[in-house]
């Protein structure tokens, strides 16, 4: 659309300004950090306050790495569901500006907005909208956010990222004349948004460091080196993006997956009741989608990291929905493959998806049985989307080697 304004808001240190909120801390100021304690030292930092980034903390690193002379650093545990519940709160603020189809949710803490169509009704620049949304969510919320503007989302999203959060006010505008003067000046070239890790050693290799030489870089040789991927870098370095918040992106390839970070060294035989668990969970989420599955995959990642471990999937005879079917599946293939060494890391998904529109039974069947465990875990299903997963759980959830009461208590693999 030809009257695209799109804004790019950003919560500054997410979840670690909201712990700041709860206890009455200025968000800018507290030096705050969101981690599990309770956890081994490798376990993540999810957040740091704005006032420690400023320090040189990453935002992402491990609790070890966390400098240790930083005096009165305070230690929140990640409270997930509180998180998401403030993502929501936000992005009904967006809501009351914008309509549905002119928000796109990057993520918890980051949004999309094309405020282009609603100008005239507001009667005021994007500059001044953007004041007014910011001033709004830290109003009702104590958060505090900031906001790129530009005539597509990739302009938009860079004027956040180099100098919105920069800026007194937390907002920037970039237009198409201010590429040459702010865009292409960007280096290294691993500071522009979209370049994937692993990529900024290739173009590197091509002679291409800084945003300025990949915009007069051949376009040509680029598709051809990348693909679609280098049309899309050399559009990026030019100021140009197709990318539209309307266009709803509908993935090609679906699937479900689930995986988990073991908190000790499990043994090999320990694993097949980890993988029941998992199988038993996914499955839900497969009956819930109504489809059969036809290819199952297994990933296991052994406690050393240098000894790796392996991917590996498998199609079934038969599409199904059943857990103990897609239970075997897996089995076979954790059989097949794993050694016997300490794991640390599993994973498994299903992919290959068909409708469900009558049970098919392949020769090897009971199909008394298979009608019988459908029907139950059905009914299983019911009571679990009533009363919450763990109002129904196999007796073996109460030994030492289960992990499911405590998954279901998170979220993202973090504590509610």
Known sequence: MENDVIFVIDMKAFYASIECVERGLDPLKA???????????????LSVSSALKAMGVPSRCRRRDLPKDIP?????????EMYVKKSAEIVSIFLDYVGQDDIHVYSIDESF???????KLYKCTPHELAAKILKRIQDQTGLIATCGIGPNMFLAKIAD??????????????????????????K?????WGIKAGYTAKLNALGIYSVYDLAHFSKELLIDKFGLLGEELYNHANGLDEAKIREKYVPISKGLSLGQVLMRDYKKDEMPLILKEMTDELTIRLRKVNKNCNCVHLMIGYANMAEGGFAHQCELLTPTSINSELYKSIMYLFNTYCENKPIRRVGISYTNFSEKTATQLSLFSDVKTQEDEEEMFKTLDMVMTKYGKNSITRTSA????STIKERHNQIGGHRK
């Open 31 to 45: 030096k705050l950090v969101v981690t599990d304690t309770a956890r081994r030292e490798a376990t993540i930092v």
């Open 72 to 80: 009165d650093m305070i230690y929140a545990t990640p409270r997930m």
């Open 113 to 119: 907005l094309n405020i282009g169509p609603y100008l």
């Open 161 to 186: 990222d180099i100098e919105a959060k920069h800026n007194k006010d937390f907002i920037a505008e970039w237009n198409y004349e201010d590429v040459p003067t702010k865009l292409w000046p960007i």
């Open 188 to 192: 290294p070239i691993s500071e522009l």
């Open 398 to 401: 109460l030994t030492k080697s």
